[in-house]
């Protein structure tokens, strides 16, 4: 086995969902572990961080909210994207905020998930040539680092809030369709919803705004998408 393969780490109960996502992210070259609870998940990402998740809402042993925050006290960047059967915006949101980077609804199509992990190791091994430490407003953001500093505090910056921020801060002062950022950022068009883009938006503003309620530097463009204003 290549030491260079990817690790990615499946937490599913489903035998059949594990063996389908085995057997295809196996022949796109991945190195593949998995668990089919959410405690051994854990203690597997405890023995060595794999380089992204997949993670099951619906556990025998533990939902997976629980889960996502567990593993994000491991680690703050792995990429986790978490799958559902649910559907409502509110698990959505949730899972968002538990630390989830992406999620796919069940039933889900195994291409598009293994399109968007190849997505996040495209945009991760991709070389940097842009700035990464800039201003906006009294916030210092660091892309390499993966955070916001504001006076002391310093916040942490998920996977896909980096991306976010990086593609904003290139394009400042211009609006970026939310279709762009979907593209760009999550690297796949019209899937996740809309509505992943305003989600990190606003835990982004919670970081940088002054008043997140009434952003002056991360700005709605009505009917369109978002423009950054340093
Ligand atoms: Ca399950």
Redesign the pocket.
């Known amino acids: 086995m290549s030491a260079s393969k990817k690790k990615i780490l499946i937490i ?3 035998p059949q969902i594990v063996l389908g996502l085995t057997d295809a992210l196996e022949f796109e070259g991945f190195e593949v572990v998995s668990a089919d609870s959410g405690k051994v998940g854990v203690s597997l990402a405890r023995q060595g961080l794999p380089d992204a998740i997949i993670l ?5 042993d533990a939902n997976g909210f629980v889960v996502c925050e567990q593993i994000r006290q491991l680690d703050r960047l792995i990429p986790i994207i978490m ?1 559902t ?1 649910r559907s409502s915006e509110a698990d959505k949101i949730r899972g968002l905020e538990a630390g989830a980077d992406d999620y796919v609804t069940k039933p889900f199509s195994i291409g598009e998930l293994i399109a968007r992990i190849r997505a996040i190791f495209r945009r991760t091994t991709r070389p940097t040539e842009q700035v990464e430490v800039f201003d906006v407003g009294r916030a210092k953001v660091s892309l390499a680092a993966h955070t916001v500093t504001v006076g002391k505090t310093v916040h942490q910056l998920s996977f896909y809030e980096v991306g976010l921020m990086r593609l904003l801060h290139e394009r400042a002062g211009q609006p970026v369709s939310r279709d762009e950022i979907l593209v760009k950022v999550w690297g796949i068009d019209a899937s996740p919803s809309n509505r992943t883009v305003d989600n990190f938006i606003v835990k982004l503003r919670k970081k940088i705004e002054k008043k997140p309620d009434k952003p002056e530097h991360i700005l709605t463009v009505y009917g369109f998408g978002y423009k950054l204003v340093p």
Do not use: I, Q, S, V
């Open positions: 599913e109960d489903e099951d809402l619906m556990l025998p799958l059967a």
